[in-house]
């Protein structure tokens, strides 16, 4: 084991996807086949270089293992399994002789080709970012592939840097994990830990062996008491895997890093393991209070790495705070450091990027590269005393003071408006009156509909491209989108869908569109974040209060009606989903921004329904999402955020019917929730987990109208008319045929055009085949 002394100042990771979305662009041109692997491998290499150097100029160290190594070409938990050797069966065939997989055969894993699925992808933790989820067996082989770790820690020390490898541990990487198909009844990967450590072992001694001093193991996993795994066996697992790692004589130092909340109980048993850093979540969690004599007495000879810089948003925020909070630290050990709470990965790289944002909103702001530095800051004040930092402290105090006096900040009509709201109006009519209510749209049993957005191909983003250069006028620009609706409205005709959509193309994002248009907002040129794999958001920044200065939507939603004798769904994205995908205002709670969000949404349906839209969606993905990794939070959330989009709805008449889409398959862990939104029919994510939702939706007696996904368009592929088929028969044995509602698992707006109307010509056929089936007469015995 080393003796290297833990840096002062660290960041738990950084954004990978590049300043200009170089990553992206790299990525998307391998799979186009416009350029080859070395290209994109050389691509890759020269944004670390730039990253390392960028990282360094901004304060943290050369050569002191401050530095993380936190690059991934598409996911950190698919370079895990890869690392590891869990390789789903259907994927062994992309293995070499000796059980390698090249960038081709990686992001085929990801991406699924012809009949092999790709791995589930899921939310990471309470962030925007999705993960894809390992397969674990009884039958796994472990075996350690560690190549493109060993090769970035050694691309780095040659342009002299010494910096600190970062994996998910083990821990997270087996709770992350779903039992892979086949799998007998109650195996749980976590089964699997004793045959997967040794290999994490064997890791960390060619690491050390390389030159290492420290590894960063991110064991997120152990903040969330949402893990489908009863907490004993998560302590467990801690310290059987920590005292394997910790009792291995050649190895690096081990940080285990415990992002995105509180380690709570779990705090004991990583600190009685044989490792030497500890990083707690100081945002969001708590300094340790009152430890427990051991475990007081085993921190006191570990270094503690306080996470006090939101890795999760964009404040500036309260420095002298946060420093506060990592000094009072040293109460508990004598070797104390500071970082973020969480990767960067969550914000974007850089707000001096930002030409058109107001001055005074960005002297609030603080992005990835300003993180750094505050973070290198800190360090310096740990080090020299906080006199040496008074400076810089007061500026960002000073930062806060003005913020919250701005003008837009406090906007007393609209705190008004919410504090006049009654009971009254969370509710709708009857659920039983809206359905009689409703029964003049006239659909068929199974009705099919999408989800909202249309392929936005690159004569849209073009379009759009030109609009913000100034090359297109607002009239014409306008024009090309009526144009696209018009054929996305032909084209659902012609399918035979029944419920239509316009299709979306006039939105560059589901939530920036409508952050455009409302005030309290403000928006970014660069601001890209990763979301999943090569695709970012760009989110945007709620800093005042919100209202709407003009409606938003129905020009699009009218014009698309004014084609079609069906009805066309208004389109509206919900209050928590706003919320969950913007830069937040942290300081007041976010049920009161979330009520101001529905309030102007509640306007929007109102002229959507003056304007003869019968159908009308609002969206919800990110309820989950933005659910408390802590149970004893999860009551207060669900409450504002069910509340929210309530008072959004509440004021919809009974006929019109209300849609919500939710895209993650964990449906059974808020279904109370949903049942509470009192949406006439929820659309959610299934296709990718093979409708396993079905047993949940049937169990709880969700009674409203639902649409499982029978198509995964996070996928290229193209589901046949069986499969599909199949997927609806499952769903029929379970749901009541008239409830039941036939949809992709979500959005089309990532896919080809190709591949959208070959998979919803599938679906069309797939259903008229279950609706002949449910009306063949039941033969008596
Ligand atoms: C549904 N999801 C969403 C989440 N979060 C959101 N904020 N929005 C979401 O839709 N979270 C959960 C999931 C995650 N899924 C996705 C799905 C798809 C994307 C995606 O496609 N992202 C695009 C960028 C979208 C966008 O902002 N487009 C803009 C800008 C387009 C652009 O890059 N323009 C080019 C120029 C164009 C040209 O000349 O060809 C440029 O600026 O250089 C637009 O359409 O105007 C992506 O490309 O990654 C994200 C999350
Ligand atoms: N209406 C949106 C929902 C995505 S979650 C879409 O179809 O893209
Ligand atoms: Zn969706």
Same mark, same amino acid.
């Given at each position: ?45 020269? =944004? ?117 490898? *970062? ?6 990487? =087996? ?10 009844? &109650? ?7 004793? %045959?997967?450590?040794? @290999? ?14 420290? *590894? ?33 004589? %050649? ?29 707690? %979540? ?29 890795? $999760? ?7 002298? $705070? ?68 008074? &400076? ?15 003008? &837009? *900040? ?56 030109? =609009? ?57 040129? $660069? ?16 800093? #005042? %209060? ?7 939507? @129905? ?86 955020? @069910? ?7 509440? #004021? ?61 368009? $996070? ?31 979500? &959005? ?21 085949? @279950? ?11």
């Amino acid at each position: 084991m080393t003796a290297h002394a833990f840096p002062t100042g660290t960041i738990l990771g950084y954004p990978r996807i590049g300043r200009r979305r170089e990553l992206k662009r790299a990525v998307e041109a391998f799979w186009a086949g416009t350029i080859d692997a070395a290209e994109l491998e050389a691509r890759a290499a020269e =944004l670390r270089a730039a990253t390392r150097e960028r990282l360094a100029a901004l304060g943290l160290g050369r050569d002191d293992s401050s530095i993380p190594e936190s690059f991934s070409y598409y996911d950190q938990v698919l370079d895990a399994a890869i690392a590891v050797g869990a390789v789903p069966e259907r994927f062994q065939r992309l293995q070499d002789d000796a059980g390698r997989i090249d960038l081709a055969g990686y992001f085929t894993i990801a991406r699924g080709e012809g009949d092999d699925a790709p791995l589930e992808m899921t939310k990471w933790f309470d962030s925007n970012y999705h993960y894809l989820v390992p397969e674990i067996g009884p039958d796994t082989a472990f075996a350690l592939h560690a190549d493109r770790i060993l090769a970035e820690f050694a691309e780095a020390r040659a342009a002299g840097f010494l910096t600190r490898p *970062v994996l998910v541990g083990p821990v997270t990487f =087996l709770l992350l994990a779903k039992a892979a198909e086949g799998a007998p009844d &109650g195996f749980r990967p976590i089964d699997r830990l004793d %045959d997967l450590v040794p @290999v994490y072992a064997e890791l960390l001694a060619e690491l050390r062996a390389a030159g290492a001093a420290w *590894v960063q193991l991110d064991e997120p996993a152990l903040v969330s008491e949402s893990i489908d795994e009863p907490r004993d066996r998560v302590l467990d697992a801690i310290g059987v895997a920590y005292d394997v790692l910790g009792s291995a004589e %050649d190895r690096p130092a081990i940080f285990v890093a415990a992002p995105y909340g509180a380690l709570g109980d779990a705090l004991p048993p990583l600190a009685a393991a044989p490792i030497e850093a500890i990083g707690l %979540d100081l945002v969001r969690g708590t300094a340790p209070e009152r430890p427990d004599p051991a475990t007081e007495e085993s921190l006191a000879s570990k270094t503690l790495v306080a996470g006090v810089i939101d890795g $999760h948003n964009i404040w500036r925020g309260d420095l002298a $705070h946060a420093f506060e909070r990592a000094d009072a630290l040293r109460s508990l050990s004598s070797e104390v450091a500071v970082s973020t709470s969480t990767s960067l990965l969550h914000v974007p790289h850089d707000v001096d990027d930002e030409s058109d944002l107001d001055a005074r909103l960005v002297s609030w702001l603080a992005f990835a590269d300003q993180k750094v530095a505050q973070v290198a800051t800190l360090a310096r004040g740990l080090a020299e005393g906080r006199e040496s930092i008074e &400076g810089d402290l007061d500026a960002a105090s000073a930062a806060l003071a003005d913020r919250a006096g701005a003008p &837009g *900040v406090r906007v007393p009509a609209v705190r008004d408006r919410l504090a006049a709201l009654a009971d009254r109006d969370f509710s709708r009519a009857a659920y039983d009156e809206r359905v009689a209510a409703q029964e003049s749209l006239d659909l068929p049993e199974l009705p099919t509909t999408t989800i909202g957005s249309f392929p936005q191909t690159g004569d849209i983003r073009r379009a759009r491209a030109r =609009l913000v250069k100034g090359e297109l006028s607002d009239g014409e620009y306008r024009g090309l989108m009526r144009e696209e609706i018009e054929r996305v409205i032909r084209l659902q005709e012609e399918l035979g869908l029944d419920v239509l959509v316009h299709g979306e193309p006039e939105r560059n994002d589901m939530v920036q569109y409508f952050a455009e248009l409302l005030d309290g907002f403000a928006v970014t040129q $660069h601001g890209w974040v990763q979301s999943y794999g090569s695709r970012c958001t760009r989110p945007s920044i709620l800093w #005042g %209060d919100v209202s709407r200065p003009a409606p938003m939507t @129905v020009e699009w939603s009218t014009y698309a009606q004014s084609l079609t004798g069906k009805p066309v769904k208004g389109m509206l994205t919900g209050p928590v989903t706003i919320l969950a995908w913007s830069f937040v205002r942290d300081d007041q709670p976010l049920g009161d921004t979330a009520r101001q969000v529905a309030l102007a949404l509640r306007d929007e349906i109102g002229d959507l329904e003056s304007a003869g839209i019968r159908v009308i969606q609002v969206d919800e993905p990110a309820l989950r999402e933005l659910l408390p990794l802590k149970l004893a939070d999860q009551p207060a959330y669900l409450d504002w955020s @069910v509340g929210s989009f309530r008072l959004a709805t509440g #004021g919809a008449a009974a006929a019109t019917q209300v849609h919500t889409h939710l895209c993650y398959s964990e449906f059974g862990v808020v279904i109370d929730a949903i049942r509470n939104l009192d949406a006439d029919v929820t659309s959610i994510e299934a296709a990718r987990s093979r409708m396993e939702v079905v047993d949940d939706i049937s169990t709880s007696g969700f009674d409203h109208g639902i649409g499982p996904g029978v198509y995964d368009i $996070h996928s290229p592929r193209v589901p046949s008319a069986a499969e599909v088929q199949a997927l609806l028969e499952r769903a029929v044995a379970e749901i009541p045929a008239s409830k039941l509602w036939v949809n992709p698992d979500c &959005g089309l707006k990532t896919r080809g055009y190709d591949e959208t109307v070959a998979s919803l010509e599938h679906i069309i056929e797939a259903t008229r085949a @279950v609706r002949a089936e449910l009306a063949e007469p039941v033969l008596a015995e």
